[in-house]
């Protein structure tokens, strides 16, 4: 997996301080889409085992405690993107258990895989859905467009 940009602190993309990772590939090619830079799988850099090991230990951090991690894009939930995904989740789940992981995907909940759903059953909360231009809303909160939902799963 490939990633463009990490944020040890962040307060802006999800709810509370986090820790915020946006990874590369997307298939949805979404008119409007905000980061289209991300939709190549091969664009950004690596992302690394030193990576991971340094966003368990930001995670476990308690001079800034983070409420958790946001995992965007791109699409984490590529199926490419999946194992690392899915290594990075079952670490935070086993590591860090007190701390909340947040998804945005393009795919929908209803269709994803039964690979995909080995991710969602470890998160809190699934952003899932397309952008859709026409249903834009920037009165929405966690999500650009109307027909996107916030899937709260524990
Ligand atoms: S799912 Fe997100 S990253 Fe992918 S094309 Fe749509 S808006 Fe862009």
Not at 111 to 119: C, N, R
């Amino acid at each position: 997996m490939n990633y463009h940009q990490y944020y040890p602190v962040d307060v802006v993309n999800g709810p509370g301080t986090r820790c915020t990772l946006f990874v590369a590939g997307c298939v949805h090619e979404c008119a409007g889409c905000y980061n289209k830079s991300t939709w190549r799988l091969n664009s950004g850099q690596p992302f690394t085992q030193a990576l991971e090991a340094q966003i368990i230990a930001d995670l476990q951090d308690t001079l800034i405690p983070r409420q958790g991690i946001s995992l965007s894009g791109g699409d984490p939930l590529h199926p490419q993107n999946v194992p690392d995904i899915l290594r990075l989740v079952k670490r935070i789940r086993a590591e860090c258990p007190d701390k909340d992981i947040w998804v945005w995907t393009g795919y929908v909940l209803a269709d994803i895989t039964p690979e995909q759903q080995q991710v969602v059953d470890l998160i809190n909360v699934l952003v899932d859905g397309k952008f859709v231009q026409d249903l834009k809303d920037p009165a929405l909160i966690w999500r650009g467009s109307s027909n996107q939902v916030i899937h709260r799963l524990r």
